[in-house]
Nanobody, 122 residues
Framework: QVQLAESGGGLVQAGGSLRLSCSCAASRYTFSTYTMGWFRQAPGKEREFVAAISGRTSYADSVKGRFTISRDGTKNTVDLQMNSLKPEDSAVYFC????????????????WGQGTQVTVSS
């Protein structure tokens, strides 16, 4: 019912910026109906919440002030602007979607993209 595809990952030096984008194709409900989230997973670690957006936004403490989530209803995309990147931000970043309100729990999201690798070198 919902297909998500991330893009924009890559290799960047510490202090640099990257912008991730996720395109959403939804067959049953309109894009605006979904809460969109970004999660990340580093090797050997659990998947963790990064940011989410519905009518409001929510951020993990570790990225507040550095990352900005936004959505474009005309393009059905959700972006994650990442500034002041740190080596500990290195991970595979996943886009996710769910109906209803914002959640920071990955188990609450039923739709996931394949992920895009972000590597921050020191």
């Amino acid at each position: 019912q919902v297909q998500l595809a991330e893009s924009g990952g890559g290799l960047v030096q510490a202090g640099g910026s990257l912008r991730l984008s996720c395109s959403c194709a939804a067959s049953r409900y309109t894009f605006s109906t979904y809460t969109m989230g970004w999660f990340r997973q580093a090797p050997g670690k659990e998947r963790e919440f990064v940011a989410a957006i519905s009518g409001r936004t929510s951020y993990a403490d570790s990225v507040k002030g550095r990352f900005t989530i936004s959505r474009d209803g005309t393009k059905n995309t959700v972006d994650l602007q990442m500034n002041s990147l740190k080596p500990e931000d290195s991970a595979v970043y996943f886009c996710a979607a769910r109906l209803f309100s914002i959640s920071s729990a990955s188990r609450d999201y039923g739709y996931w993209g394949q992920g895009t690798q972000v590597t921050v070198s020191s």
